[in-house]
């Protein structure tokens, strides 16, 4: 149970970041 929380957190951080990076890329492709 413990380890499928972990993961939970896991995920949810990663797809936060990947996200972020995402639009970092979008708004640098918009600009250029």
């Not at 990663?14 to 492709?29: H, I, M, P, Q, Y």
């Amino acid at each position: 149970m413990l380890l499928l929380i972990v993961a939970a957190s896991l995920l949810q951080g990663w797809s936060r970041g990947a996200s972020r990076s995402a639009g970092r890329l979008f708004g640098f492709l918009m600009d250029g």
